[in-house]
């Protein structure tokens, strides 16, 4: 069987020097701790981790708090850092390449549909896809093709923690396609007039008693802009259309615990390093 221990630490040392009977019940005490089991993980007395202070918090209490100066230091090791940059670059590259392509493939069994108008319906989806996503008119700001959008969107998510797209629909010019992909930043998602978090608004996102969200609140201004500093009006744009039930808004960050809602930059981990 193997032998269990306890080390006299220097606490067990002065509570044994004035009080030898007390000593005795705290020796006794962590004997059975011992014996019980644990993890040295857990240990307030061992030298390498007595002053590694933790906190209790839930997943938003751990972000909200650090994400705007981690959101910075990320911007400024990417703009400086060679190696930064070039993970960042790299993981984009892999994970979008040139982007989602359409493969339509029709469920002709279901549809009771021949061959021929399957494949017919599948070019013709294909060939409309292609006139919306290859053309910057799918760019609310008509600078990006879809593809440019879905390269732009995850590095901001690896950038800032998070990116988030509005999805609008309105008509312009001869365009026949009223879909349209407006990228926000995340410092510009926060809630309004600064108010607190609550149960039911986290770091601009109302949700709902089910922490599902209902809407997000964007400031109208990035709040670093050079431009209109001290602007602090919002919009209010509901997750989901009302008729419709599409979603408005696609909030776009990687969910590592429950309740989590925000996220943190990809480097986080190294910038101290």
């Keep these: 069987m193997k032998k269990i221990e306890v080390r006299q630490n220097m606490v067990d040392r002065v509570v044994g020097y004035f009080d030898p009977v007390r000593a ?4 006794k005490a962590r004997l059975s701790m011992a014996i019980a089991g644990g993890y040295a993980g857990a240990s307030t007395t061992r030298r390498s981790l007595s002053a590694w202070i933790t906190g209790n918090r839930d997943a938003d209490g751990d972000i909200t708090l650090d994400q705007g100066r981690l959101r ?3 911007r400024d090791l990417i703009r400086n850092a060679p190696i930064a940059t070039g993970a960042i670059g790299l993981v984009v590259t892999n994970t979008v390449g040139t982007g989602l392509k359409l493969q339509a493939r029709i469920d002709r069994d279901f549809l009771r549909m021949d061959d021929d108008r399957a494949e017919e319906w599948e070019s013709t989806a294909e060939r409309e896809w ?4 290859d053309s910057q008119e799918c760019d609310c700001a008509r600078t990006l093709t879809f593809a440019d959008l879905q390269s732009l969107a995850f590095r901001q998510t690896l950038e800032n923690g998070d990116a988030f797209a509005i999805l609008p629909r309105f008509k312009r010019g001869n365009n026949p396609y009223l879909l349209k992909v407006q990228l926000v ?3 510009r ?3 309004k007039d600064r108010v607190p978090n609550t149960a039911t608004l986290a770091n601009g996102i109302v949700k709902d008693p089910c922490g599902a969200p209902v809407a997000y609140q964007i400031q109208r201004q990035h709040p670093g802009s050079i431009v209109s500093r001290g602007s602090t009006e919002w919009d209010e744009i509901k997750a989901y259309n009302d008729k ?6 696609l909030h776009l960050y990687p969910v ?3 309740g989590q809602s925000r996220g943190v930059p990809y480097l986080a981990p190294v910038i101290e390093a």
């Design 24 to 27: 005795r019940e705290r020796y």
């Design 256 to 258: 590592l615990r429950t």
């Design 130 to 133: 292609s006139l919306w996503a």
């Design 185 to 187: 930043e995340g410092d």
């Design 244 to 249: 419709t039930g599409l979603r408005n808004v």
């Design 72 to 74: 910075q230091r990320s």
């Design 189 to 191: 998602v926060t809630n």
